[in-house]
T-cell receptor, first 114, second 115 residues
Framework: GENVEQHPSTLSVQEGDSAVIKCTYS??????FPWYKQELGKGPQLIID?????GEKKDQRIAVTLNKTAKHFSLHITETQPEDSAVYFC?????????????FGTGTRLQVTL | KAGVTQTPRYLIKTRGQQVTLSCSPI?????VSWYQQTPGQGLQFLFE???????NKGNFPGRFSGRQFSNSRSEMNVSTLELGDSALYLC??????????????FGPGTRLLVL
């Protein structure tokens, strides 16, 4: 089955700096890679996603890059703010046409300090 | 449009008991997936339901089961609870769960504590 590794497990940055979180996946057939943000006491919320036919996607301060050959994808947050502090999860999904499921990374706890 | 709702939000049970958790998907969504979240194992896929049928299943023992009703609402049941079942149980819905890249929307979860 699919295996997703995520690094680092914790990340502390100063407000205004950039943050980068990296993930690798094992199944080359995976074709969808979402990123979720989970705040304390809440369920994961989708912040950005990328499909396997795209190399990069950007949404304001958040961007995701995908390297299919190397089987890795990254989340980039620029101009970090205190409200960006949360746990971030990457995931990989394989849609077989009959079913789909998300395999998650182990999470990165991002702390943005003033 | 209302989001995914889960009830109850918190639950305390003792070992050996059983528990039923409920999930109401976003209106119009027909696919419901369940995940278990623990500090040690992270987010792990339990199963997915679509049109009242289990379509995909993770690697959990048979004590974990689920069902989906005709209105797409779903329940999951855990029988003979063990201490290790203490976790946040998350439900996610999507329109069909089939299309490549279909987004899953998560509910707030039910936090289960087994004593």
């Amino acid at each position: 089955g699919e295996n997703v590794e995520q690094h680092p497990s914790t990340l502390s940055v100063q407000e205004g700096d950039s943050a980068v979180i990296k993930c690798t996946y094992s199944d080359s057939a995976s074709n969808y890679f979402p990123w979720y943000k989970q705040e304390l006491g809440k369920g994961p919320q989708l912040i950005i996603d990328i499909r396997s036919n795209v190399g990069e996607k950007k949404d304001q301060r958040i961007a995701v890059t995908l390297n299919k050959t190397a089987k890795h994808f990254s989340l980039h947050i620029t101009e970090t703010q205190p409200e960006d502090s949360a746990v971030y999860f990457c995931a990989a999904s394989l849609n077989t046409g009959t079913a789909s499921k998300l395999t998650f990374g182990t999470g990165t706890r991002l702390q943005v300090t003033l | 449009k209302a989001g995914v709702t889960q009830t109850p939000r918190y639950l305390i049970k003792t070992r050996g008991q059983q528990v039923t958790l409920s999930c109401s998907p976003i209106s119009g969504h027909r696919s419901v997936s369940w995940y278990q979240q623990t500090p040690g194992q992270g987010l792990q896929f339990l199963f997915e339901y679509f049109s009242e049928t289990q379509r995909n299943k993770g690697n959990f023992p048979g004590r974990f089961s689920g069902r989906q009703f005709s209105n797409s609402r779903s329940e999951m049941n855990v029988s003979t609870l063990e201490l290790g079942d203490s976790a946040l149980y998350l439900c996610a819905s999507s329109p069909l769960g089939l299309l490549p890249g279909e987004t899953q929307y998560f509910g707030p979860g039910t936090r289960l504590l087994v004593l």
